[in-house]
């Protein structure tokens, strides 16, 4: 099992979203999240003072897979986020050791 961290634009979280449920993945979570990449934020003139913008608003979709959905997901989760633009967002991989759904007491794969 892998879990699946994706950091992205805001208004891209509808087309991942639809992207992962053509592939049949069934639960994620979402977190608003703010940061900032290699584009280090941006500056903005308010009131007539210039003030840098540092933490740029993300959303943080989080996804647990078996091992055969991860190139699929991944691929989908890209092709749904990218814009082609500075700021488009990561996709991070990592392993899961085990999954436990606590209503069942499934584990492993199952509880995915």
């Keep these: 099992m ?3 961290e994706a950091i992205i634009k805001p208004f891209k ?3 991942v979203k639809a992207a992962l449920a053509e ?3 069934e639960g994620m979570t ?3 999240v703010k940061g900032f990449g290699r584009q280090k934020g941006h500056t903005e003139i308010y009131r007539g003072s210039e003030y840098t913008v540092d933490f ?5 979709v989080e996804i647990v897979v078996v091992d055969a959905q991860v190139t699929a997901a991944v ?3 890209v092709q749904a986020a990218k814009t082609g633009k500075i ?3 990561k996709v991070f991989v ?3 050791e085990n999954a436990i759904r606590i209503r069942t007491e499934e584990t492993g794969e199952r509880a995915v």
């Design 2 to 4: 892998k879990k699946i």
């Design 13 to 15: 979280l509808e087309s």
């Design 23 to 25: 592939l049949g993945v």
């Design 30 to 32: 979402v977190s608003e």
């Design 56 to 60: 740029l608003p993300k959303i943080k």
């Design 75 to 77: 691929a989908a989760i």
């Design 87 to 89: 700021g488009d967002g």
């Design 94 to 96: 990592s392993a899961i």
